[in-house]
């Protein structure tokens, strides 16, 4: 079973996540798709802060967001036209228990190369498919391999600092802590202002992703019931990542 990273479950840090990863274009595609895809209804898997969620229930959209860090969750459920949306805590297979029928299930960000374990990736795609009308669609996206997108995770590459309501001024950066592939560790480590916190000024995050090959994607849709209806870039990173749209035939 997948475990959430600190980033999601430790409420210091999840306070903090919309701040470091404001830039959601990447979210775009989902919103286009869903409109292109006529879905009415979205089950959002890894919904996080519920970025997406939110976005989708403003177009009138039913949506579920499904999260395992309950912390996170606390961060959506705060935000304006939070109402709109049915949070759910838990896993992907969390969805078994809702009785669910929708048209679109996502996976945003790099929540489908959180799952390590091959068996664990194809519960959570069981899971997904059971949750689906027939003929419904998931989409998600995943870094090409090749790309090595793990090169600029270090702290030379990525060190940013923000402004934090009620906290001050933050600064997060990545160390790469071990390639072995298919498997990429790194660590996100937040500085928060002198005397926030009890314990320490710095508090970290370790995560690991697993990174597979298209092949070895499209096995796994297949095993599942999917049919790879296209694969599309990302306009936001292109080049660097697939976004698979999936059909349960």
């Avoid at 939070?82 to 805590?89: D, G, K, M, N, S």
């Avoid at 997904?128 to 702290?155: C, H, I, Y």
């Avoid at 990174?211 to 599942?224: G, N, P, T, V």
């Amino acid at each position: 079973m997948t475990t959430p990273d600190p980033i999601f479950v430790d409420p210091r840090l999840a306070r903090l996540y919309d701040a470091f990863d404001d830039d959601r274009r990447d979210l775009d595609l989902y919103t286009g798709l869903a409109e292109r895809l006529g879905a009415r209804s979205v089950l959002d898997v890894g919904c996080g802060t519920g970025v997406l969620a939110l976005r989708l229930a403003a177009r009138g959209l039913s949506v579920t967001g499904i999260d395992p860090a309950a912390a996170s969750l606390e961060v959506a459920r705060a935000k304006p036209g939070a109402q709109a949306v049915t949070w759910v805590e838990g896993g992907a297979d969390a969805a078994a228990g809702l009785d669910l029928t929708v048209d679109l299930a996502t996976m945003t960000g790099n929540v489908a190369q959180v799952f390590q374990d091959d068996a664990d990736w194809g519960r959570a795609l069981d899971a997904v498919r059971d949750a689906l009308r027939p003929g419904g669609s998931l989409v998600f996206e995943t870094r090409v391999p090749d790309r090595q997108a793990w090169l600029g995770w270090t702290r030379e590459q990525r060190s940013v600092r923000r402004d934090i309501p009620g906290v001050g001024q933050v600064e997060m950066w990545n160390d790469l802590v071990e390639v072995a592939l298919p498997l990429v560790t790194f660590q996100q480590s937040y500085r928060f202002p002198p005397g926030v916190l009890p314990d320490g000024d710095v508090v970290t995050s370790l995560s690991t992703l697993r990174f597979r090959e298209r092949d070895e994607i499209e096995e796994s849709l297949a095993d599942a019931g999917f049919e790879v209806h296209e694969v599309l870039d990302a306009p936001d990173r292109p080049g660097l990542e697939w976004v698979f749209v999936a059909r349960w035939a």
